[in-house]
């Protein structure tokens, strides 16, 4: 089965009410009109009010959205949303868009590809995988309301975004439908053995297909993602946010971090497309084949350290990724030590980087505000409940 059109209003309700069958259908309609219609529509794709627009198809999706007001008035006119520059960038190659687009894929014409308006669109990812994969006939959610006690600082903080709560079988469901044409990603994610990994890995491929924020359940919203851009960096150019968990500084080394200065990924912004996620689906590949190879076991019975963990799926591997990206950006960046003592964000080619207590407030190290202030620059607290380090003792 190769790539089908999808906006989210295909992915939610499919996989929470199963339409399966007749998405199908309709898929195959709106082939069909795509066929005929996609030329026409392909002058039309910069204005459209909605991140996701990068194909004709968006357009034409039969299915009924889910809880999604970005085309709402208020939306349209507040006008300083991070997401909601209609400024036109670099073309992406249809490559960079998905994973592995198709020939089933209509995909866009080189001009509609020139007019997509790339913005970080108003949608909240969150993941929820229990910490042993269930067997196929148990895969509903499990519900514990304590989970998700830190959700509603999101909600409340960003309205008008649409929010999605990630289980394991939507998840599995969105790889399987977004990836059916790349064996070794569908394999190495429904092998993964820790749900930390599964969870890094589904992470990188959400903001990937759909773009957005995603955030760790354990994550407290402290500003509205529309205010994540300062004023001093135009916001027309962001299509990343990423902010900096660990700064050495003077200070000793910490835990098992390997970086002078590291990236966190419990909380990450992107346009949909960003070549850094396609790049991180490649590393965690790399990655985890070369540990079994190392170890001589299955990936199923990998029981990785969590540095492992992290040098492979997690900000280890997301630090190694994301600063090769700002290296091309930036050629007279050499080592991780140049983002050192960073005081303010600052742009680096497409990529918003933010300053430790960005992301990162309330670390006893990194010249991070702990004193039980929440300081200016604090866009989101991090909790560290630390649910994948869990599965390590048991
Ligand atoms: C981290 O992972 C990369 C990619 O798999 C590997 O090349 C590197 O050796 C690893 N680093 C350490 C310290 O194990
Ligand atoms: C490149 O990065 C260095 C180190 O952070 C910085 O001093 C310089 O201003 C940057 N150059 C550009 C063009 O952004
Ligand atoms: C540490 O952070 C505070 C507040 O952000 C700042 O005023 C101070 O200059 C920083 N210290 C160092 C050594 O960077």
């Not at 429904?190 to 760790?216: F, H, K, Q, W």
Request: glycine share 8%; aromatic share 8%; hydrophobic share 35%.
């Amino acid at each position: 089965m190769g790539h089908e059109p999808t906006t989210p209003g295909q992915f939610l309700p499919r996989f929470l009410a199963g339409r399966r069958c007749r998405n199908v259908a309709l898929t195959a309609i709106v082939l069909i009109l795509l066929a005929t219609t996609a030329s026409m529509y392909s002058g039309l794709l910069a204005i459209d009010g909605f991140g996701l627009a990068t194909s004709p198809q968006d357009h034409l999706a039969p299915n009924p959205k889910p809880v999604d007001h970005t085309n709402d008035q208020t939306q349209a006119g507040e006008g300083n949303g991070a997401h909601e520059s209609v400024t036109q960038h670099p073309t992406p190659t249809p490559e960079q868009l998905t994973l592995a687009p198709t020939s089933s894929t209509p995909t866009p014409t080189p001009t509609a590809a020139a007019e997509v308006a790339y913005r970080i669109p108003p949608k909240i990812w969150q993941i929820m995988l229990p910490r042993k994969q269930k067997k196929p006939e148990d895969k509903k959610p499990s519900a514990d309301p304590k989970i998700l006690e830190e959700t509603p600082s999101w909600l409340v903080l960003n309205p008008d975004y649409a929010y999605t709560l990630v289980s394991e079988k939507g998840g599995e469901e969105f790889i399987q439908r977004h990836f059916a044409d790349e064996p070794k990603l569908l394999e190495t994610y429904n092998a993964l053995p820790n749900v930390g990994m599964r969870s890094d890995l589904l992470r990188y491929l959400l903001l990937n297909i759909e773009g957005g924020v995603y955030t760790d359940t354990d994550t407290e919203a402290l500003k509205p993602i529309d205010a994540w851009v300062p004023a001093h960096i135009d916001r027309d150019k962001v299509r990343a946010i990423v902010g900096i968990e660990f700064d050495q500084r003077d200070g000793p080394g910490w835990g098992d971090i390997s970086h002078f200065v590291q990236f966190c990924q419990w909380t990450i912004a992107a346009a949909p497309g960003h070549p850094v996620f396609r790049k991180m689906a490649t590393r965690v590949l790399d990655s985890v084949k070369l540990l079994t190879e190392d170890k001589g076991v299955p990936l199923d019975q990998l029981k990785p350290t969590s540095f492992e963990v992290m040098n492979s799926t997690g900000p280890a591997a997301f630090t190694d990724v994301i600063f090769e990206q700002l290296q091309e950006y930036n050629s007279s960046l050499t080592d991780t030590k140049d983002l050192g003592y960073m005081e303010k964000a600052t742009l680096f080619g497409d990529i918003l980087v933010l300053p430790i207590d960005g992301f990162g407030m309330g670390q006893k190290h990194s010249n991070s505000t702990h004193d039980g202030t929440i300081p200016e620059d604090a866009l989101v607290r991090h909790l560290f409940h630390g649910s994948w380090r869990g599965d390590q003792k048991a």
